[in-house]
């Protein structure tokens, strides 16, 4: 066949020049919008094969990573950046208290080098110390930013105070020193207002100082006591208050004040201000970042802590776990098993257990809080004691149900619930309905119990018709209003019994059968517990719930 004849590269916009101007003559060549934008698409196409993937790239720098570092939450940030950030004592999200082991991410480290060289770009060099602070004071928030200020102004100060000192008369100090901490502007903080322009426009509030100076110096309790009550009231003024109150150096002084044992007589005034700090859905995700939920948890576990403050403690996590970021970690720093433990003593107040069973309940939304309280020993049969006990407060037995129903959500949740007896338990509630209003308050929660536990077990068939969970379903297939998830939910449940859904996917995945008119789009599950959540959401907010200032 002969010889394979060379590949000739084509070159993309290429042009030939003519070998002398005579011996080409250009010709008009008229205007054409395809002809002008193929060159402007080829470029854009290279700038977006030119940039940086995305995984490369520090959250904080917005530049490719140099030294990159994984914590132990999966988050990467270049070296430096976090050197940074341990600083100016700011943390980025999964970045914890700065005490985390920085692991190498070798493997990623490999890859940028990689993609630089097949790029021809230069490998990426780590940013200077006066970078990496430049690039964490643009991330911070304003009022964080503003703080940094203020600390910097306050340290410029009395570095010339101590200078000064050293050879002049103490009044001539003194004014010096004065007239350091009064300057509008140091050349330290110039670079904090520069970095951030926002924070010049946020002023920091005088008793933020007030109260840390007293928690910091003061030797008798009494007057941490005084300041934190200053600040109890100072939280119930306003939202602004509150918003320009939640600092990380107030919080880390809140925290203080709830591990030290000798401060127990001002606890209470410092959970109250935590409680009246999260009604704002911008300080919900500082305060767990600030450290304060192992602190909330240490007073709900101390048996030296005033019921009040425990009462505070719980109102505080659950104001915390409205948040969605936040339920995860609470649940691993430990606040599920003293929440558990409050909601299930007859001997605690009822708002303090009722603040702890909905700190629970939005706290189990999340699957690995779910197994938390499953695993934790003797909850499941402590939960349904109270939801079965005729002498607890209809609420309190509520919230039992409702925290049932979201751990009867995975599969580890229901073999704990159903070795706890829990299909007898619930079909219990149901046959001793009968006309008792107070039977028929918890009888949706009843029957969204029973649905759970019956997704995907076949187990749930011979202890449901053990238990005679089938005439307590008729009656509510019967009785309930036409297409409502109740109803729709029993008559589920009822053909899971019977064996008409064999297979899990059906349970789970499929959609209602529903009646004319009915709209029943998606699962029982997403469209029958999620509404019942919201409706149970609405109810605990207007009876109190975190909208309540202490």
Same mark, same amino acid.
């Given at each position: 066949?002969?010889?394979a004849?060379?590949?000739?590269?084509?070159?993309?916009?290429?042009?030939?020049?003519?070998?002398?101007?005579?011996?080409?003559?250009?010709?008009?060549?008229?205007?054409?919008?395809?002809?002008?934008?193929?060159?402007?698409?080829?470029?854009?196409?290279?700038?977006?094969?030119?940039a940086?993937?995305?995984?490369?790239?520090?959250?904080?720098?917005g530049?490719?990573?140099?030294d990159?570092v994984?914590?132990?939450?999966?988050?990467?940030?270049?070296?430096?950046?976090?050197?940074?950030?341990a600083?100016?004592?700011?943390?980025?999200?999964?970045?914890g208290?700065?005490?985390?082991?920085?692991?190498?991410?070798?493997?990623?480290?490999?890859?940028?080098?990689?993609?630089?060289?097949?790029?021809?770009?230069?490998?990426?060099?780590p940013?200077?110390?006066?970078a990496?602070?430049?690039?964490v004071l643009?991330?911070?928030p304003?009022a964080?930013?503003?703080?940094?200020?203020?600390?910097?102004?306050?340290?410029?100060?009395?570095?010339?105070?101590?200078?000064?000192s050293?050879?002049?008369?103490?009044a001539?100090?003194?004014?010096?020193?004065?007239?350091?901490?009064?300057?509008?502007?140091?050349?330290?903080?110039?670079?904090?207002?520069?970095?951030?322009?926002?924070?010049?426009?946020?002023?920091?509030?005088?008793?933020?100082?007030?109260?840390?100076?007293?928690?910091?110096?003061?030797?008798?309790?009494?007057?941490?006591?005084?300041?934190?009550?200053?600040?109890?009231?100072?939280?119930r003024?306003?939202?602004?208050?509150?918003?320009?109150l939640?600092?990380?150096?107030l919080?880390?002084?809140?925290?203080r004040?709830?591990?030290?044992?000798?401060?127990?007589?001002?606890?209470?005034?410092?959970?109250?201000?935590?409680?009246n700090?999260?009604?704002?859905?911008?300080?919900?995700?500082?305060?767990?970042?600030?450290?304060?939920?192992?602190?909330?948890?240490?007073?709900?576990?101390?048996?030296?802590?005033?019921?009040?403050?425990?009462?505070?403690?719980?109102?505080?996590l659950?104001?915390?776990a409205?948040?969605?970021?936040?339920?995860?970690?609470?649940?691993?720093?430990?606040?599920?098993?003293?929440?558990?433990?409050?909601?299930?003593?007859?001997?605690?107040?009822?708002?303090?257990?009722?603040?702890?069973?909905? *700190? /629970? &309940?939005? #706290? +189990?939304?999340?699957?690995?809080?779910?197994?938390?309280?499953a $695993?934790?020993? @003797? =909850?499941? !049969? %402590?939960?349904?004691?109270?939801?079965c006990?005729?002498?607890e407060?209809?609420?309190?037995?509520?919230?039992?149900?409702?925290?049932?129903?979201?751990?009867?959500?995975?599969a580890?949740?229901?073999?704990?619930?159903?070795?706890?007896?829990?299909?007898?338990?619930v079909?219990?509630?149901?046959?001793?309905g009968?006309?008792d209003?107070?039977?028929?308050?918890?009888?949706?929660?009843?029957?969204? *119990? /029973? &649905?759970? #536990? +019956?997704?995907?077990?076949?187990?749930?068939?011979?202890?449901? $018709?053990?238990? @005679? =969970?089938? !005439? %307590?379903?008729?009656?509510?297939?019967e009785?309930?209003?036409?297409?409502?998830?109740r109803?729709?939910?029993?008559r589920?449940?009822?053909?899971?019994?019977?064996?008409?859904?064999?297979?899990?996917?059906?349970?789970?995945?499929?959609s209602?059968?529903?009646?004319?008119?009915?709209?029943?789009?998606?699962?029982?599950?997403?469209?029958?517990?999620m509404?019942?959540?919201?409706?149970?959401?609405?109810?605990?907010?207007?009876?109190?719930?975190?909208?309540?200032?202490?």
């Amino acid at each position: 066949m002969g010889a394979a004849r060379p590949r000739r590269w084509r070159l993309p916009f290429q042009r030939s020049a003519p070998s002398s101007p005579s011996s080409h003559k250009s010709s008009p060549v008229p205007y054409s919008p395809a002809r002008s934008a193929a060159p402007a698409e080829a470029e854009r196409k290279w700038e977006q094969e030119a940039a940086p993937p995305p995984e490369f790239v520090c959250p904080i720098s917005g530049a490719p990573m140099a030294d990159p570092v994984i914590l132990p939450s999966g988050q990467t940030y270049e070296r430096a950046c976090l050197q940074a950030c341990a600083d100016l004592s700011f943390f980025p999200p999964g970045a914890g208290s700065g005490s985390d082991a920085l692991i190498p991410n070798s493997a990623l480290r490999a890859a940028i080098g990689n993609w630089c060289t097949r790029s021809g770009r230069a490998a990426p060099r780590p940013p200077s110390k006066e970078a990496a602070r430049e690039a964490v004071l643009r991330v911070m928030p304003p009022a964080a930013a503003a703080a940094e200020a203020k600390s910097v102004r306050t340290r410029r100060a009395a570095m010339a105070f101590s200078s000064n000192s050293s050879y002049s008369s103490p009044a001539s100090a003194a004014s010096t020193s004065t007239y350091a901490s009064s300057s509008e502007i140091t050349p330290a903080e110039e670079d904090v207002v520069a970095a951030n322009p926002v924070a010049k426009e946020v002023a920091v509030d005088p008793l933020e100082d007030e109260v840390v100076a007293t928690v910091m110096d003061a030797d008798e309790d009494g007057e941490v006591a005084a300041a934190l009550a200053v600040l109890r009231e100072a939280t119930r003024e306003s939202a602004e208050r509150r918003r320009a109150l939640c600092t990380p150096r107030l919080l880390a002084a809140i925290r203080r004040v709830l591990l030290i044992p000798r401060h127990a007589s001002a606890r209470v005034d410092a959970t109250a201000a935590l409680v009246n700090l999260s009604l704002e859905p911008a300080n919900k995700v500082r305060i767990v970042r600030a450290g304060a939920v192992p602190a909330l948890v240490e007073v709900l576990r101390s048996s030296g802590s005033a019921p009040e403050a425990r009462e505070h403690a719980a109102g505080a996590l659950f104001g915390l776990a409205l948040n969605e970021e936040n339920r995860a970690a609470i649940g691993v720093l430990g606040a599920v098993p003293p929440l558990l433990d409050l909601l299930t003593s007859p001997a605690q107040h009822p708002r303090a257990r009722r603040d702890a069973g909905m *700190a /629970i &309940y939005h #706290l +189990s939304l999340a699957a690995v809080n779910q197994s938390k309280v499953a $695993r934790f020993p @003797g =909850a499941p !049969k %402590a939960l349904l004691t109270v939801a079965c006990s005729a002498s607890e407060p209809t609420p309190i037995r509520r919230l039992a149900l409702m925290v049932v129903c979201n751990v009867g959500a995975c599969a580890e949740g229901r073999a704990a619930l159903m070795d706890a007896g829990a299909v007898a338990a619930v079909s219990g509630i149901l046959l001793s309905g009968g006309h008792d209003t107070r039977i028929a308050e918890l009888e949706e929660w009843c029957v969204a *119990a /029973i &649905y759970a #536990l +019956s997704r995907g077990s076949l187990r749930f068939r011979g202890l449901a $018709r053990a238990a @005679g =969970a089938d !005439k %307590a379903l008729r009656r509510v297939a019967e009785e309930g209003t036409p297409g409502g998830v109740r109803r729709e939910m029993a008559r589920k449940t009822l053909r899971a019994m019977r064996g008409d859904l064999d297979d899990e996917a059906d349970l789970t995945g499929s959609s209602l059968e529903c009646g004319d008119g009915d709209d029943c789009g998606g699962s029982i599950v997403s469209d029958g517990l999620m509404s019942f959540r919201r409706r149970q959401r609405d109810v605990g907010v207007s009876s109190g719930g975190n909208t309540a200032e202490f």
